[in-house]
């Protein structure tokens, strides 16, 4: 199984970006799918979590501004960011549990997306 994560790159302060990120292989269910985030010299934490059934949750830090989306016939995650600020500067990873078409659960990592605001 594999995430390819897009829609990074560089915005001013107070702009918007949108992330996505895809899922393939032999997937039988996808269950929770979370972006993470990881600043130069910072410790990787999370940004938002979406269930199988798409409730979320957030950090404080960016409640209000991002919004977690998922398409479960498309095995696709995405994060709208809003109001975006330069301390949301960060490589962005999506990840996700996945169930297996062997009925392995395993957890799954994409490969991160640089996201830079300028001030």
């Known amino acids: 199984v594999q995430l390819q994560a897009s829609g990074g790159g560089l915005v001013q302060a107070g702009g918007s970006l949108r992330l996505s990120c895809a899922a393939s292989g032999r997937i039988f269910r996808i269950n929770a799918m979370h972006w993470y985030r990881q600043a130069p010299g910072k410790q990787r934490e999370l940004v938002a979590s979406?269930?199988?059934?798409?409730?979320?949750n957030y950090a404080d830090s960016v409640k209000g501004r991002f919004t977690i989306s998922r398409d479960n016939a498309k095995n696709t995650v995405s994060l709208q960011m809003n109001s975006l600020k330069p301390e949301d500067t960060a490589v962005y990873y999506c990840n996700a549990n996945v169930l297996t078409a062997t009925l392995r659960t395993i957890e799954s990592w994409g490969q991160g997306t640089l996201v830079t605001v300028s001030s």
């Open positions: 979406i269930s199988s059934s798409s409730s979320t």
